[in-house]
């Protein structure tokens, strides 16, 4: 099954910044200076369970993918890095526990 970006691209991958980033009831993206140059962020949900789009476009509480306490998401490429968004599903806000790799 081929995947959607050539894998010799993104090896050997390197560790090279880490964030926590908080996700409340307004949707919020990765911390540009933090996350430049990045081809991998590798995501831990905490906390709450969030949407995301790596489409560019806000997500809501309703509408985008959902990801539960305790998934792992791997987002692969600067575009979607830079394109991706996230926010609280309910109340409760979610900590994402992000490294960055290139």
């Known amino acids: 099954m081929p995947v959607p970006y050539d894998q010799l691209d993104y090896f050997p991958l390197r560790t090279f910044a880490f964030e926590a980033l908080a996700v409340a009831g307004t949707a919020v993206g990765f911390t540009a200076a933090t996350a430049l140059g ?8 905490e ?44 109340g409760v806000s979610a900590t994402l526990s992000v490294e960055y790799s290139r």
Do not use: M, S
């Open 38 to 45: 990045a081809k991998l962020a590798t995501v831990n949900v």
């Open 47 to 90: 906390g709450a369970q969030v949407r995301y789009r790596t489409d560019g476009t806000d997500p809501t509480a309703t509408v985008g993918v959902v990801a539960n306490p305790g998934d792992v998401i791997n987002v692969y490429g600067n575009a979607d890095v830079t394109a991706i968004r996230f926010i609280r599903t309910g």
